[in-house]
Every structure is written in C-alpha cells, then in structure tokens.
Nanobody, 124 residues
Framework: ARLVESGGGSVQAGESLTLSCAAS????????MAWFRQVPGKEREFLAA?????FYAETVKGRFTISRDNAKNTVYLQMNGLKPEDTAVYSC?????????????????????WGQGTQVTVSS
C-alpha cells in the first residue's frame, strides 16, 4: 500500500489549504483514513479521521474538514483559518476496518500505512 500526500505549501495566517492523500489500496472504502501532523521534537498529533463517521481533534474542530472520495481513492483535509501554530508536516494514515470510537481512530498505533508527509508553513 502507498499513500501520497500533496497540497502543502506556505501561506499567510488566516488563509486556507486543501491537502490530498492518494491511496493505492484495493478496497479503499474499507479503510479508516486519518490525518496527523508532526513538528520537530514533538509526537505526531492526531487531527481528523473518517470511518463510519468523522472525528476531529479539539485543536482543529471547526477549522479543518476531512472528506473522502472512494471513487478516486483519495482523502482530503480542508484547512481554513490557518494559524502559525499549524505549521508542521502533515501525513495521512490508513487502517483496515471501521470504527466509531474516537479513542481508536485517534491513536497512532491503529494505523498500519503512512504517507511521507507534506509540509505546511503558516506565517504571521
């Protein structure tokens, strides 16, 4: 399986970006898909996931929206109102199966497949 992120870049505070993650998974709709981010020296942080429903970390709820297009094997992260503290490497992740548990979908160890990440830089 291969996950490839795109759409990162440098923006000003308050602007928007949409990240995409193209997945080479034969049964894409059977996977929990998630977005995480990481800054140097810190642990990878859960942002959002989509399975039977959508799940969001409190830090991004109301600003970020996760969605998926099963026909294109792609998951998206629409990010609005970006802040300098959103600067990080953003990665998508995939786990086979379904869940309606926030504790499950937000845990890094749930996910077997990870993308390489895309850099998002937000300047003030």
């Amino acid at each position: 399986a291969r996950l490839v992120e795109s759409g990162g870049g440098s923006v000003q505070a308050g602007e928007s970006l949409t990240l995409s993650c193209a997945a080479s998974l034969s049964t894409f709709d059977s996977f929990i898909m998630a977005w995480f981010r990481q800054v140097p020296g810190k642990e990878r942080e859960f942002l959002a996931a989509v399975s039977w429903g959508t799940f969001y970390a409190e830090t991004v709820k109301g600003r970020f929206t996760i969605s998926r297009d099963n026909a294109k094997n792609t998951v998206y992260l629409q990010m609005n109102g970006l802040k300098p503290e959103d600067t990080a490497v953003y990665s998508c992740a995939a786990a086979f199966g379904y869940s309606n548990s926030y504790d499950v979908v937000s845990a890094r160890q749930t996910y077997r497949y990870w993308g390489q990440g895309t850099q998002v830089t937000v300047s003030s």
